[in-house]
């Protein structure tokens, strides 16, 4: 929670997508499971809905670092004196959206990749079962 | 039409090329033979003579073909694949909204102040470029796809791997600044280490004020991506399941 409140605003939008991606890949899942081959390719165009999302959160982290920074670095250059522990804290608000995007992002990719490997395999033996 | 229901199945089944890309082939070739087919006909062809002629020119062994495998094989048309080759659920989408609202609603001051654009200097004016020019070929394709409801076939992606590209370049460029202006700033302050607070500050300002707006103006331009995309590709699926379903008829 305490690192929640040091990211700041844009730890919200990031913690809806780790928190949609249980239902989106439950749901994935859930489509995969179909053993017909004409829900299988259904589920195939779905499964991207994982890289998409680890690539939003990605970019509303670095964002959330760069937006962060360039508050702490205006505050240093206008008054041309550096205070550490105000720096300390700039930077490690700046980088807990980075590394929660970046989380999320590996998550997401993770999941996508297995659940690809599962989805390959499963295609290759209900075609094989088919021919 | 019976020809082109025989000659539609064959292709799906032999074309090289995962789903989607596989469906999009499939419809961009019926439209083809279609177009082709009501020329021959306006021309005073006979149906059989027009099926033939629009089988010669746009069969599954013609280059027409081919070129189609190629384009919809080829590395961006794979990125626009995995990024947003599908049409999104109702639950993406609502979430792709909040997402939003919150991610504008943090990012506004900021742009308000204008302070950000003086910062960043001439560079965010070409990330912002970039920028409008993939929501300009956004609010183009949202007034031919909702409101002009131009849905035909081979119009349909028009523009978008030009809207994919203007998307991701000011993502690439504001990285780009960022990296040659931390460069810069490790120069200045190992040559003044006394000073080097003051310095280090002023130098990584520009390179953070680029950055911050090319990543907001990617994500603005992305939600106009992921609109525009998610129509496309839901009217692709209207499209293909009716083929397939005279497909089936005709079986």
Known sequence: MQLFMMGGVFMFPLTLIALALVPITIRLVWKLTNNTLEAGRIGEISLQALPFWGVVSLLIGFLGQASGIYKGLGAIAEFGVVNPEAVYIGLRESMVTTMYGLEICIVAMFVWGMLRIWHTWRTRQAMAATA | MNEFGTILSRLERELPLPQPARARVLLEVAADLEAFFELARRQGRSEAEAQRLALETFGPSSDAVAALVDVHGSTAARLMEVLAGRSAGLLERGLLFVVAVIVLFAAAPAFVDTRIF??????????????????????????????????????????????????????????????????????????????????????????????????????????????????????????????LELKGDER
């Open chain 2, 118 to 243: 003086h910062d960043a200097g001439p560079a965010a004016w070409v990330v912002s470029a970039f920028a409008v020019l993939a929501v300009f070929i956004g609010l183009v394709k949202i007034y031919l796809l909702f409101l002009k409801r131009d849905h035909r076939p081979r119009q349909l992606r028009f523009g978008l791997e030009a809207m994919l590209w203007f998307t991701i370049a000011p993502a690439f460029l504001g990285f780009a600044v960022f990296l040659m202006d931390a460069f810069d700033a490790i120069g200045v302050v190992a040559a003044n280490w006394p000073d080097a607070g003051g310095l280090l500050g002023a130098c990584l300002v520009r390179g953070h004020a680029v950055l911050a707006i090319a990543l907001a103006e990617t994500l603005v331009a992305s939600i106009f991506w992921f609109v525009v995309n998610g129509r496309v590709a839901r009217i692709e699926e209207q499209n293909a399941e009716i083929l």
